[in-house]
């Protein structure tokens, strides 16, 4: 045999090695692609998977007082707020524990897509583009969106147009976003993930001007009064429909309870007694 036959035995081996190395490492790709795509999709739990686990998962952004915020107890978070009175409310009702997941607020839409939560509830508006990918609730609680500025600018502003030319602050993918865009689509546009960094950046001049809804900016109003005020008779029209639950698409019998506690609680006024209570609640423990 010659040399030359050799060699090319040899290449031959060499090729026919790598290329069955290659295809076992491309199977192994596939199949741990289709394991990452399946986790991706992993539906909510049902009701009756709720009971069975003996818990319901809240997603929540707890920079929102008075509907959410953290206070440390005995070294330990503590979960406050109207939205957790109501998520226990819930959990309560259906007879499970309640478990808190505290993210960021654009996060909480994809995550009951992903199933890793069972429900949000974090002050969020239901809207038609948001009710193309998650189911809501009955209503519970309806607001209005105003402007706060620097306590020293107030006076500049006496109508709604004043806010076309000014840099302003709002929610990552909050609906008050949605809305500056839409009515607004000359201005700057500046998002963040915590309200409270929207309100450091007020007081520090990086922005002209917030848009919240108006129970929580005249939470910050009372805490900061000596540099921002709420423009309160210039109110800012948004087309949405109140604050709701948001859960997984087609998940009834979860959605047929939490309506059921949601009108109980307004018809019998607890509702109105867990807002009143979480302002003063906030106030003070902000103070």
């Known amino acids: 045999m010659t040399c030359h036959s050799k060699l090319n035995r040899k290449l031959n081996f060499f090729g026919g090695l790598i290329m069955r190395l290659y295809q076992k490492v491309l199977l192994a790709g596939m199949a741990l ?3 990452n795509v399946a986790a991706q999709t992993t539906s909510a739990k049902t009701l009756d998977e709720i009971k069975e686990a003996g818990k319901i998962v809240l997603g929540t952004n707890a920079e929102y007082p008075p509907f959410e915020w953290v206070e440390m107890v005995d070294g330990e978070q ?5 939205d957790l009175d109501l998520a226990r409310m819930i959990a309560d009702e259906i007879g499970v524990e309640l478990v808190v997941s505290d ?4 996060a909480l839409i994809p995550a009951i897509q992903a199933g890793k939560i069972d429900m949000a509830i974090a002050s969020m508006s239901y809207t038609e583009e948001r009710a193309e990918q998650v189911d809501f609730s009955e209503v519970y609680f309806e607001t209005k969106n105003l402007f706060a500025v620097p306590v020293d ?10 806010f076309a030319s000014v840099k302003i602050g709002v929610l990552k993918a909050s609906v008050q976003e949605q809305m500056i865009k839409e009515q607004y689509p000359e201005t700057e546009i500046v998002s963040m993930n915590k309200n409270g960094d929207l309100i450091e950046s007020l007081k ?7 848009l919240m809804d108006n129970v929580v900016i005249y939470q910050y109003e009372t805490l900061n009064s000596d540099s921002i005020a709420v423009v309160g008779e210039l109110a800012l029209e948004d087309g949405s429909f109140g604050n709701a639950v948001a859960l997984e698409k087609g998940n009834d019998e979860l959605k047929a309870v939490i309506d059921q506690i949601i009108l109980e609680a307004i018809e019998t006024d607890e509702l109105s007694k867990i807002v009143d209570k979480n302002i003063e609640l ?3 423990s902000q103070d």
């Open 153 to 162: 600018k107030v006076g500049n502003y006496t109508s709604l147009e004043d």
């Open 78 to 82: 503590e979960y406050l707020g109207i």
């Open 282 to 284: 906030s106030t003070k």
């Open 33 to 35: 692609l289709s394991l």
């Open 204 to 210: 520090s001049g990086r922005i002209d001007a917030v």
């Open 103 to 106: 993210q960021a607020f654009n």
